[in-house]
């Protein structure tokens, strides 16, 4: 199982660039999330999806879009990308047992700098 | 709204010394609350969370619903320890969103 991975490793855009982050997981779990990492703030929750074909906002949205066409990949889009965007993306996926929520597993992120 | 803190960014012990990392939250219900961490050049991963009642490679957390905190604990800090903790935190209708706190950089000195 290669768990949850994420392409590309490293981007460099200019400002006004579009580009798709790509996330995959191979655990057919139900859940998948996009945070974004920034220093002194943790990871910040940027959009999220219960299942295929269903997308949310989560709490930094602006800027950005998604969609999860497939169950096993959720894709992240910034279509004029700004330099507030420069970051570290992480994809995450996750299922639920039961009544509680189980551990997001992370794939190894996305470096974004936008010039 | 919900919200993590954790208010050390900065944390260095020495070898066999205890260490505790802090974490208070804020949320009205019932929280299930997470620690994980990130070492260097390897993926963010779950160290533990309240619900299990673990110990994990020696750490331990317990959940203080009075205080609202979560710290981790570990008697004896051991140089593999060194990494980037994250406290979160998942609510009750939140389809497992995480929210996390802002970080402890955990540096274990020989």
């Known amino acids: 199982n290669a768990g949850v991975t994420q392409t590309p490793k490293f981007r460099v855009l200019k400002t006004g660039q579009s580009m798709t982050l790509l996330c995959a997981q191979d655990?057919?779990?139900?859940?998948m999330y996009w945070y974004r990492q920034d220093p002194g703030m943790g990871l910040r929750l940027i959009h999220y999806s219960v299942g295929e074909g269903t997308t949310a906002k989560g709490e930094v949205p602006d800027g950005y879009n998604v969609s999860r066409l497939k169950k096993q990949n959720f894709l992240l889009g910034l279509e004029s990308a700004a330099p507030s965007q420069t970051s570290v993306y992480f994809c995450?996926?996750?299922?639920?047992?039961?009544?509680?929520?189980?551990?997001?597993?992370f794939g190894p992120g996305t470096r974004l700098t936008v010039l | 709204a919900q919200r993590v803190t954790q208010p050390e960014k900065l944390l260095s012990v020495f070898k066999g010394a205890p260490v505790e990392l802090k974490c208070n939250y804020s949320?009205?219900?019932?929280?299930?609350l997470f620690w994980y961490v990130q070492y260097s050049r390897q993926r963010l991963q779950l160290l533990l969370r309240h619900i299990s009642r673990e110990s994990i490679k020696g750490f331990t957390a317990d959940l203080n619903k009075g205080e609202t905190s979560f710290h981790l604990k570990k008697p004896f800090a051991q140089e593999e320890d060194s990494a980037m903790y994250y406290c979160?935190?998942?609510?009750?209708?939140?389809?497992?969103?995480?929210?996390f706190g802002q970080g402890t950089i955990l540096t274990v000195h020989p």
């Open positions: 655990m057919n779990h139900e859940y």
């Open positions: 949320y009205s219900g019932s929280p299930e």
């Open positions: 979160a935190l998942a609510g009750g209708t939140s389809y497992g969103k995480l929210t």
């Open positions: 995450a996926s996750s299922y639920r047992l039961g009544g509680s929520y189980n551990e997001q597993f």
